[in-house]
């Protein structure tokens, strides 16, 4: 068998078992707001998801060590709108919030007016 044969061979076997351990793509999953927390590194190297449409309700499929789980996540995307507090600001003066996660869309956890925290549309 010529060398060169043998090297595509070689490298079309080797691209194959690579594709082997990939999981499937298929290209309809939507990838949820939010941005996945650091979780440290668990013994457990199970994988409870492969892409968010996994995970139920707001919760994202993230990396933890070597496995995979559907978490909460930390933060979403953008940045709170900034506050002029030489302006007198109007706002609900009662916190709707703790965290971005908690708030539907892509809105976020932001100090309004009042000084308490409301879902708001933030700046990207």
């Excluded at 490298?11 to 082997?20: E, Y």
């Excluded at 941005?35 to 990396?63: A, F, T, W, Y």
């Excluded at 703790?98 to 000084?115: A, E, F, H, L, M």
């Amino acid at each position: 068998m010529p060398a060169c044969r043998l090297g595509r061979l070689t490298a079309a076997l080797l691209l194959g078992l690579l594709l082997l351990g990939l999981p499937s793509v298929t290209g309809t999953e939507a990838e949820k707001t939010g941005v996945c927390p650091i979780i440290p590194p668990g013994l457990n190297c199970s994988q409870e998801c492969q892409s968010d449409s996994e995970c139920g309700d707001n919760l994202k499929c993230c990396r933890a060590g070597c496995g995979t789980v559907c978490s909460v996540p930390d933060e979403k995307k953008g940045s709170c709108p900034p506050m002029d507090i030489s302006f007198p600001q109007l706002g609900i003066c009662e916190d709707q919030c703790q965290v971005d996660s908690q708030c539907p869309d892509q809105r976020k956890c932001c100090r309004n007016g009042c000084g308490n925290l409301s879902c708001v549309t933030p700046n990207f």
